[in-house]
């Protein structure tokens, strides 16, 4: 049997056995199950989207980490939510420990994968992004992850290359929406899309997510996971920002032209994938589509009990329940009854219930991208 077969059966199995356990909402967890999974580790890199604790560990005393957040669960605690994310439910389902924040050096043990994903990190790095006059959230770059990564993989791999490719086999490797950031920096600086289309910003973004994979590869990586973004035209704290007409607006009442960008980035992101799978046909590298999960998630937001779109579960005033001056977190602001009934948590991020259907959607696409 080839390799490439191999990895194909591999992860077909992988992606079999997630959609089951997922589908189930099941919280127990099947010793023969996790053995049939297909790996054995998750090693991530993103975003607020998918930080277990890392942005908790360079600012503490952010409002982020104070209550309400993490109210849905007690283990949640350092996610931005009401409790568990995305890849969380990933986790969960291939019957791993939820992912430790890389920084958190208190825990030894890290089986079961390592999370480098940080809360505000863009996809360029600050030099970078000082070339578009863009100031970062935080200090933090893909490429700062990747070489926590590389620090991390000398002592998984004993500093032998041949090491790493044989503990790394049975490893996914999720680069998660990069480049999010980079734009709602530029977004909140009052770029408009036109603006933002004919910088450069765009493909260096892409860029850096290709060279994110190429770099993971080179470690052994067999499996990755590269994800796009979502509709960040539908998030209280942008829509606050503005007073369009109707006409700019969908029917959810998210921002069209927002969304189109996004979609831009998508579609581009795509092409990347390509060309990378092209480069390495023995390596299994997956386009994971947030945005049409999350599209999912609006079309049926009734059906799936959710009452509001628009208006965030915590924060405080105005249409959309958002105030930049008093967010989530800060003294005085109150969150919803039950977040269990809103898409978006806190204005800009979304609440466990969202996460559980995007990931709901999300492994059953990806299987159905396996079958074809």
């Known amino acids: 049997?080839?390799?490439?077969?191999?990895?194909?059966?591999?992860?077909?199995?992988?992606?079999?056995?997630?959609?089951?356990?997922?589908?189930?909402?099941?919280?127990?967890?099947?010793?023969?199950?996790?053995?049939?999974?297909?790996?054995?580790?998750i090693y991530n890199f993103g975003t607020s989207m998918s930080d277990t604790g890392n942005a908790m560990h360079l600012t503490p005393d952010a409002s982020e980490f104070n209550a309400p957040y993490g109210r849905s669960i007690k283990d949640a605690k350092g996610r931005y939510s009401d409790g568990f994310l995305v890849i969380d439910y990933f986790a969960k389902a291939a019957c791993l420990p939820l992912l430790n924040p890389y920084l958190n050096k208190d825990v030894k043990d890290k089986h079961g994968g390592v999370n480098f994903a940080v809360a505000g990190a863009a996809a360029l790095p600050r030099e970078a992004?000082?070339?578009?006059?863009?100031?970062?959230?935080?200090?933090?770059?893909?490429?700062?992850?990747?070489?926590?990564?590389?620090?991390y993989a000398k002592t998984l791999c004993?500093?032998?290359?041949?090491?790493?490719?044989?503990?790394?086999?049975?490893?996914?490797f999720s680069i998660e929406a990069m480049g999010a950031n980079d734009y709602l920096i530029a977004m909140l600086r009052g770029k408009t899309i036109e603006e933002l289309k004919k910088m450069d910003l765009v493909s260096q973004v892409i860029k850096a997510n290709e060279e994110g994979v190429?770099?993971?590869?080179?470690?052994?990586a067999t499996q990755v996971l590269v994800t796009g973004y979502l509709h960040v035209g539908c998030a209280p704290s942008l829509l606050a920002m503005r007073s369009d007409s109707s006409d700019a607006r969908d029917q959810f009442g998210c921002l069209k032209d927002y969304n189109d960008f996004i979609k831009y980035h998508n579609d581009l992101l795509r092409e990347a994938i390509s060309r990378l799978r092209k480069e390495h046909p023995d390596v299994h590298i997956l386009i994971g589509d947030y945005y049409t999960a999350m599209q999912s998630v609006l079309d049926n937001h009734q059906k799936l009990g959710f009452e509001s779109v628009l208006v965030a579960c915590c924060g405080t005033g105005g249409k959309y329940n958002f105030d930049h001056r008093k967010k989530c977190g800060t003294q005085g602001v109150q969150s919803c009854s039950d977040p269990?009934?809103?898409?978006?948590?806190?204005?800009?991020?979304?609440?466990?219930?969202?996460?559980?259907?995007?990931?709901?959607?999300?492994?059953?696409?990806?299987?159905s991208k396996f079958q074809s």
Request: overall charge positive; proline content about 1%.
């Open 1 to 41: 049997m080839g390799t490439a077969t191999m990895v194909f059966s591999r992860v077909l199995i992988v992606i079999c056995s997630l959609l089951v356990l997922v589908l189930s909402n099941s919280s127990s967890c099947d010793a023969t199950k996790h053995k049939n999974c297909g790996f054995d580790a």
């Open 158 to 172: 004993n500093n032998s290359k041949v090491d790493c490719k044989e503990k790394l086999k049975s490893s996914l």
């Open 129 to 151: 992004l000082k070339k578009f006059n863009l100031q970062p959230f935080i200090n933090i770059s893909l490429d700062i992850q990747l070489q926590w990564w590389g620090n």
């Open 340 to 367: 269990r009934k809103y898409i978006s948590w806190d204005g800009l991020h979304m609440t466990q219930e969202s996460h559980k259907h995007i990931a709901k959607w999300y492994i059953q696409d990806i299987f």
């Open 214 to 220: 190429r770099k993971i590869i080179g470690y052994g």
